[in-house]
Nanobody
Framework: QVQLVESGGGLVQPGGSLRLSCAASGRTFSNYGMDWFRQAPGREREFIAAINWSGSMTDYADSVKGRFTISRNNAKNTMFLQMNNLKPEDTAVYYC???????????????WGKGTPVTVSA
């Protein structure tokens, strides 16, 4: 059974940085693409970033392009999201997710973590 566990969220001031992690287990991590999504209070869950099986291909939502970087360490079954120049509108619960594709994908997620909260506030 696939399990995804996010960590690294917290409270940060505008302009600050955070690094989220997603630890995966239950299947061969390096075979599959991985995603980050987020859900702000009162809003629908939205796609943030995706990465292919090897880390050579990435995809970002326009709202985070140039500020966030997705990466992965297949030897440690872990994915990361480096978030820089954080804004109050980045406040949300951040989720990692994965499906059955090896390439980056914005849809078709099957497995989800429970999320880690990020609050950007002065």
């Amino acid at each position: 059974q696939v399990q995804l566990v996010e960590s690294g969220g917290g409270l940060v001031q505008p302009g600050g940085s955070l690094r989220l992690s997603c630890a995966a287990s239950g299947r061969t991590f390096s075979n599959y693409g991985m995603d980050w999504f987020r859900q702000a209070p009162g809003r629908e869950r939205e796609f943030i970033a995706a990465i292919n099986w090897s880390g050579s291909m990435t995809d970002y939502a326009d709202s985070v392009k140039g500020r966030f970087t997705i990466s992965r360490n297949n030897a440690k079954n872990t994915m990361f999201l480096q978030m820089n120049n954080l804004k109050p509108e980045d406040t949300a619960v951040y989720y990692c997710a994965t499906g059955v594709l090896s390439s980056p994908s914005r849809s078709g997620m099957i497995y989800w973590g429970k999320g880690t909260p990020v609050t950007v506030s002065a």
